[in-house]
């Protein structure tokens, strides 16, 4: 979607006159090169895609006020940060980034906005909207206990699932721009690289691209291990602090998201020197980052040539580097460098 630095004047302009006419239209069209264009002015080349005073309108104004700025936005299911580049509304692309684990000095906005803060150079650089859920602990368990097996780290929710959040999320980008089709490039770091990855496994569909750091857990494509550590299904009760009835939690993964998922660009990103040892379990890979990382690259890779596929799963071995986010995220910087030119 293309709006020029210039156009919140227009907007304004239409505004006016939608106080006299609610039938003022914005057109666009496209110039030689591929180009999409917005305007105010009909003509025998473009076509009307939503009224000023339609809820299209309204929502594309909004964004395109918000340019240039860090904002907390509110959606059903939660809040999250939003940067528009200037510039970003031609290409509307989105890069979903999201937060790890937060001290008890931090709280989860203040997480996201950190998470956000330092992707805002490369948002600049390409033009790009910039999205970071805030997975807070009353709904999604990002520090406590909630619905066991790792709150939004494994895609579990209060109310709803930390991945249809998301969805929520992208949902408002899909209200302003009718040709959006909600997919998106997508980041995260710790626990935030696990939410990444349990998510790419679940929905790979919707992931355009995606580079995740330094996860200590990973899904597996294998039946031995329940949901979120592989395929095999997970059925249970959970129940939340604070209220009374259980959830009925049913998660029944299928072998063919993970084989589409090994069919998108992914590397993994970890520190080399990201070794301390984690709570050990059977057949992961081993004890360290490193070694889960290692493993899990190699079993997707594995699982796309049984298939007669080859898996586009990669891992980044980052020298001199342990387990820092603003080193990592900069190594991954580069990858969507790669994937956005493509």
């Given at each position: 979607?293309?709006?020029?630095?210039?156009?919140?004047?227009?907007?304004?302009?239409?505004?006016?006159?939608?106080?006299?006419?609610?039938?003022?239209?914005i057109y666009k069209w496209t110039d030689e090169k591929g180009r999409v264009h917005f305007t105010d002015k009909p003509s025998k080349n473009n076509q009307p895609v939503a009224s000023l005073a339609d809820d299209t309108g309204k929502k594309a104004q909004k964004l395109v006020s918000e340019q240039g700025g860090i904002v907390l936005k509110t959606v059903v299911y939660g809040q999250y940060h939003q940067y528009i580049a200037h510039g970003a509304l031609e290409k509307f692309t989105i890069l979903?980034?999201?937060h790890?684990?937060?001290?008890?000095?931090?709280?989860?906005?203040g997480a996201s906005y950190n998470t956000l803060k330092i992707w805002r150079k490369f948002a600049d650089e390409h033009k790009l909207i910039l999205v970071a859920p805030?997975?807070?602990n009353e709904n999604y368990a990002a520090t406590v206990n909630g619905a066991g097996n790792g709150g939004y780290r494994g895609l579990f929710g209060r109310k709803v699932g930390a991945d249809i959040f998301l969805h929520n999320i992208i949902d408002e980008y899909k209200a302003a721009?009718?040709?959006?089709?909600g997919r998106f490039y997508l980041y995260g770091h710790s626990a935030g690289a696990q939410f990444a990855n349990r998510y790419l496994v679940r929905h790979p569909h919707r992931v355009i691209a995606t580079s995740f750091s330094a996860p200590a857990w990973f899904a597996l494509p294998s039946n031995k291990h329940k949901w979120p550590l592989g395929m095999a299904k997970r059925q249970y009760t959970a129940y939340w602090p604070g209220e009374?009835?259980?959830?009925?939690?049913?998660?029944?993964?299928q072998v063919s998201t993970w084989l589409a998922a090994t069919q998108i660009p992914v590397e993994v990103v970890v520190g080399e020197l990201d070794l301390d040892k984690m709570?050990?379990?059977?057949?992961?890979?081993?004890?360290?980052?490193?070694?889960?990382?290692?493993?899990w690259v190699g079993s997707m890779n594995k699982l796309a040539q049984e298939h007669g596929r080859r898996g586009e799963v990669r891992l980044n071995i980052v020298s001199g580097v342990g387990h820092n986010y603003g080193k990592l995220a900069r190594v991954s910087q580069k990858f969507f460098a790669r994937a956005l030119s493509k």
């Open positions: 979607m293309h709006f020029k630095r210039g156009f919140r004047d227009i907007f304004l302009v239409g505004l006016i006159f939608c106080s006299f006419s609610v039938s003022a239209e979903v980034v999201n790890g684990m937060f001290s008890d000095k931090e709280t989860a906005t805030v997975f807070d721009q009718k040709s959006y089709d009374n009835a259980g959830q009925a939690i049913d998660i029944r993964p709570r050990h379990v059977e057949g992961i890979g081993g004890d360290t980052h490193v070694d889960r990382a290692k493993f």
